[in-house]
């Protein structure tokens, strides 16, 4: 049985793009023969969309006969004038690339073909192949960029920001909403990273300069960027950003606390000016606990608003099992029994004869278990309502027994009656 034929639809973003959009459109209508020839694509549809351009763009777009121009009074967006095509083409798979000349056409037969042969939902042209233009300083934000989106995802990507792509319009529902921005390629990229549903791939691509004056502000864009991938982070995979924040609290608080922690274990005793640096410590330790506890919870609230199990691998797994169902029970009281410990000959001399000669120390310790404690405590109480919401939302109506039942045979005959 013979495959069935793909429609793609392109679509060209457009704002003030006068002297680039003619040649643009030119080499898509010419790579039209080549990307069905080369890929399971039967049919090519080509959308230009002019962003609020006061230029003559549209007009010159209107001068092809085969192509759809839509236009924007005003300036909405790059990714507002993307997702109008998409809304407006009839391709099963959908694709866009710059209206600037930087990206081949030709490039389409790739993507979809990888598509296809990768059985993936998303195709990117990474510009950081050989052979790219793309300006150095771009290149090193795009570097950083991935690095970022890597570390937090734990998945590889070349290119974040990438402006040429396909991507089979089934997938659309998982990646909506998206920015209408400049940065609504580096949000999808992150989106489909972080919360792991659809499959992404990537193939270099030839990348030429740009015809005409760049959009493109490398810092407000590239802040803009990096705000899209943290922010996808926060919403898909909170607990990797919380976990990093509270390791690099940790380790603050242990290179605090080393000093005398190291005096007291040699010498058994602590310079009174000391307590700042104990007390800084402490207050850097309850710092990290706050977020490891944050961790925990969002990571389990985000799990249940995805539909997804909560992480139980890699560090997320690592610090969640002090709250499973028997973590729970005993955490809270492991951390207050240690904090007596620590505290209880000096209770004890207190209550015998009347004064305290514990050192300080002990107290400050203590302290920090107890808020620990609390702190566990509070989560502990976070994940059984979790679990109470999902049990609910999991559960089917309850079957409820008739009020009567009627043999097949004695119900047909009153019938009959």
């Not at 095509?85 to 993507?111: Q, S």
């Not at 990348?207 to 810092?219: H, M």
């Not at 007390?279 to 609230?301: K, M, N, Q, Y």
């Amino acid at each position: 049985m013979a495959e069935e034929s793909h429609v793609l639809t392109i679509v060209i973003p457009a704002l003030n793009e006068e002297a680039a959009i003619a040649h643009t459109i030119q080499r898509c209508l010419d790579a039209r023969e080549r990307v069905i020839e080369a890929s399971r694509v039967g049919e090519v549809e080509l959308i230009v969309v002019s962003d609020g351009s006061t230029d003559r763009t549209e007009e010159i777009a209107c001068g092809f006969p085969d192509v759809t121009v839509l236009a924007f009074d005003r300036n909405r967006g790059y990714g507002a004038a993307i997702q109008c095509g998409f809304a407006h083409g009839r391709g099963d798979l959908v694709g866009f690339l710059d209206a600037d000349g930087t990206c081949d056409p030709l490039f389409f037969a790739d993507l979809c073909r990888a598509i296809d042969e990768e059985d993936a939902d998303i195709a990117i042209g990474s510009r950081m192949g050989p052979g790219s233009h793309m300006p150095w300083v771009r290149a090193i934000g795009n570097t950083v960029l991935a690095w970022v989106l890597g570390a937090l995802s734990r998945r590889s990507v070349r290119d974040t920001a990438s402006g040429m792509r396909v991507l089979r319009r089934s997938c659309l529902p998982d990646l909506y909403p998206l920015p209408d921005g400049l940065h609504f390629t580096p949000a999808m990229s992150a989106r489909v990273l972080m919360e792991d549903k659809l499959r992404l791939v990537e193939r270099p691509m030839p990348y030429a300069e740009r015809i005409g004056r760049s959009k493109l502000n490398v810092v407000r864009d590239g802040l803009r960027f990096l705000k899209e991938i943290l922010f996808a982070a926060t919403a898909f995979r909170p607990a990797r950003p919380a976990l990093a924040v509270a390791g690099v609290v940790a380790l603050a608080a242990v290179a605090t606390g080393a000093g005398p922690t190291l005096d007291w274990w040699t010498r058994g005793a602590l310079d009174e000016r000391a307590i700042y640096r104990v007390l800084l410590a402490s207050l850097l330790a309850t710092v990290a606990a706050i977020f490891v506890c944050a961790a925990v919870a969002t990571e389990r609230i985000a799990a249940a608003a995805h539909g997804r199990p909560p992480a139980s691998t890699g560090v997320s797994g690592l610090v969640s099992r002090p709250f499973t169902r028997r973590g729970r029970r005993i955490g809270s009281a492991l951390l207050l029994s240690a904090a007596l410990l620590l505290v209880a000959p000096g209770l004890f001399e207190l209550a015998t004869t009347g004064t305290m000669t514990m050192h300080w120390v002990r107290a400050a310790l203590a302290a920090l278990l107890v808020a620990v404690a609390a702190m566990h405590a509070a989560t502990t109480f976070q994940l059984n309502m979790m679990e109470l919401i999902e049990a609910r939302q999991n559960a089917g109506p309850a079957a409820r027994p008739p009020e009567r039942t009627h043999p097949a045979g004695r119900r047909a005959a009153a019938e009959i009656d």
